[in-house]
């Protein structure tokens, strides 16, 4: 079946450094997504990419996905600490299938 | 203000007991799902429903049952037949297509005692 990797699964930044969580599929993706879910808490949507190459940002988050559509990745610019929680992504092969989520990459911003 | 709200928030359960949890959504959405979270294993799928009177397994079903008789409701039973239920749950809903995101609420920790 469909497989999901992120990497790292973990990083530990001081504020203000920039902060890349890379996600890879075994399969070509018709879309992926991003979540982010603070500590207790559960996970929020955050965006969708559908184009090959496409690249969205969100203030200091920016989001691409590769031209193959197997890989994706989030970079956050000067990292806060209220960018503190674990972000997946999250893809589909088709319109109507199910997500099949990344295991996480668990952010930790020090002050 | 429309949402998917889970119930309850913490459960606890004895060995050899069935337990089920709540899901229910305001949005108006057609396909609801469960997942399980696990530490360091992200979300995995348990059960899926694109319609009423309809669901599919997903990828870990066994030890579950789930039922949708009405749109707003997709509870998830506990059997005992699951071997390690102890675990964060997870219910969220989506229109159908791929188009939208997930709405999540905002979880079930079930410990088994």
């Known amino acids: 079946g469909q497989q999901v990797m992120q990497i790292p699964q973990y990083q530990h930044v001081q504020e203000g450094e920039d902060f890349t969580t890379y996600c890879n599929s075994s399969?070509?993706?018709?879309?992926i997504q991003w979540y982010k879910q603070r500590p207790g808490g559960h996970p929020v949507f955050l965006i969708q990419l559908v184009k090959s190459g496409e690249v969205k940002k969100q203030k200091r988050l920016t989001f691409q996905f590769g031209e193959a559509k197997k890989n994706s990745s989030l970079h956050i610019t000067a990292t806060q600490t209220t960018d503190v929680g674990t972000y997946f992504c999250?893809?589909?092969?088709?319109?109507?299938?199910?997500?099949?989520f990344g295991k996480g990459t668990m952010l930790l911003v020090s002050p | 203000d429309g949402g998917i709200t889970q119930s309850p928030k913490y459960l606890f359960r004895k060995e050899g007991q069935n337990v089920t949890l709540s899901c229910e959504q305001n949005l108006n959405h057609d396909a609801m799902y469960w997942y399980r979270q696990d530490p360091g294993q992200g979300l995995r799928l348990i059960y899926y429903s694109q319609i009423v009177n309809d669901f599919q397994k997903g990828d870990i079903a066994e030890g579950y049952s789930v039922s949708r008789e009405k749109k707003e409701s997709f509870p998830l039973t506990v059997t005992s037949a699951q071997k390690n239920p102890t675990a964060f749950y997870l219910c969220a809903s989506s229109k159908q297509g791929r188009d939208y995101g997930y709405t999540f609420g905002s979880g079930t920790r079930l410990t088994v005692v």
């Open positions: 999250a893809g589909s092969n088709s319109g109507y299938s199910t997500l099949t």
């Open positions: 399969t070509t993706l018709s879309n």
